[in-house]
């Protein structure tokens, strides 16, 4: 062989090589929400200099992508929550790989058989859903198969400003607050904490809410044991149990132990302004609420900064609602690289999710919750609780935003005096079950 064939054919062979699939980029789509963060974390790849949940989740992807050179990553980052968004990606056949989904809302998009199952992937990776929490498997499980990978449970806590709960005299003498053991005794409190303090109990988001009033009606009918969604495609609203808890809220907001014209923001800052005792608010905000009680002159630094899950009000079900965040991936045809990439990145996830954990939200694995490193962030005594307690909806009812958005509506009208507690309940259950039936 001559010095010029050997030449060519040595280039032919680079170029075959430079051609071949097995040498190129694993190109991926993966959709989030959880807001954007570029100019604070979007080349940071120190997960454990990241806080909040945008600055957690953009550190943790941009360390994947470090890591993982041959896997490129598109990150699109959508408005929570995104759906109607990713309804038309799937309409158009253009969906993500990877998109973070609620598991209350997993049920929509695996009902119509547009997401993967992913219990043979994620065991090619050594994830399997024993692993998971109680709470973190009820919740992405959809027919016996495992549809989303979880990352966390959360639900609405009470934040509590200790300095004006000393004040009106609810502290134990252990220092810990004295939360209600029934709506009589919360009402009770409720007028004694207005009474030393002059500031209302609760400081809730009630301008244009919805979601705050829904999850409320579901924590305290688990605790009385109704099962109001018997049947996943017909619910029963309208009975006594729910009339308990609405006219409990309608009390509070009739005797000014609420805030009542703060939207979301509103709410924040005026919990953080010591205008009220417990800001009924989700895990999220833990971490940065306790950031403020550690910072001088501020109102949560002066007396100090509590949280716990929702007191339990009515005899029955030790129980509260839950919901989580999970990454779910949608059907389509991919290559055995593509599939093995996601299977990587879902493991990625799994293996780190202490990190996110630190936002607040309560992990999705049993061994990050009973190690010592989750145990020693503040205040996860108080919330760890949560793992156990945490029960979402049952998996096969549908439309769990949508239910939220009409729930949250009928309660407005209730507790603002805009109908009546009876009429308020019967459209509720009238207006959710003609969804369902529509489906």
């Avoid at 134990?172 to 209302?200: C, H, M, R, V, W």
């Avoid at 009918?221 to 309208?238: G, R, T």
């Amino acid at each position: 062989m001559t010095l010029r064939t050997l030449f060519l054919a040595t280039i032919s062979a680079a170029a075959v090589l430079v051609a071949s699939p097995s040498f190129a980029e694993t190109e991926l789509q993966v959709q989030r929400f959880f807001g954007a963060c570029d100019a604070d974390f979007g080349k940071n790849t120190d997960i454990s200099k990241a806080v909040g949940e945008c600055g957690i989740i953009t550190s943790m992807i941009n360390k994947f992508a470090a890591d993982n050179p041959d896997i490129k990553i598109n990150v699109t980052t959508v408005e929570w929550p995104g759906y109607d968004q990713l309804t038309a990606q799937f309409a158009s056949g253009d969906a993500p790989d990877i998109v973070t989904i609620h598991e209350s809302v997993l049920s929509d998009y695996q009902s119509k058989d547009l997401l993967v199952p992913l219990d043979d992937m994620l065991k090619t990776v050594g994830v399997t859903s024993d692993k998971f929490t109680d709470a973190a498997k009820e919740g992405v499980t959809k027919n016996g198969k495992i549809y989303g990978l979880p990352i966390d449970n959360w639900t609405m806590l009470y934040h509590i400003n200790m300095d004006l709960f000393k004040t009106a005299g609810l502290v134990n003498a252990d220092g810990t607050p004295i939360l209600p053991k029934s709506p009589e005794e919360l009402l009770a409190q409720a007028e004694q904490f207005k009474q030393k303090t002059g500031k209302p109990y609760f400081v809730q988001n009630l301008a244009n809410e919805t979601a705050l009033y829904a999850r409320n009606l579901y924590t305290y009918l688990f605790q009385q044991n109704s099962d109001f969604f018997a049947d996943p495609k017909k619910v029963k609203f309208n009975t006594p149990e729910a009339r308990k808890i609405v006219e409990m809220y309608k009390t509070i907001f009739e005797k000014d132990d609420t805030t009542k014209d703060l939207d979301y923001g509103g709410s924040i800052n005026a919990f953080l302004g010591g205008e009220g005792g417990v800001h009924l608010n989700g895990t999220w905000m833990v971490g940065d609420y306790n950031a403020q009680s550690e910072k001088p002159g501020t109102a949560l630094n002066k007396g100090g900064y509590a949280v716990y899950p929702y007191p339990q009000l009515f005899p029955g079900a030790k129980a509260q609602y839950a919901d989580g965040h999970s990454w779910a991936v949608s059907k389509k045809d991919r290559t055995p690289e593509q599939e093995a990439a996601i299977a990587k990145f879902l493991k990625f996830f799994a293996d780190n999710d202490f990190e996110w954990s630190r936002t607040g939200h309560l992990p999705a694995y049993k061994a990050v919750i009973e190690s010592a490193e989750f145990k020693a962030l503040p205040h996860r005594d108080t919330i760890a609780p949560i793992a156990t307690l945490g029960k979402p909806l049952p998996s096969a009812v549908q439309r769990q935003f949508a239910i939220q958005d009409i729930v949250g509506e009928e309660m407005s009208a209730a507790i603002t005096g805009q109908k009546d507690v009876d009429s308020a309940l019967a459209d509720m259950e009238s207006r959710v079950n003609e969804l369902l039936a529509n489906l």
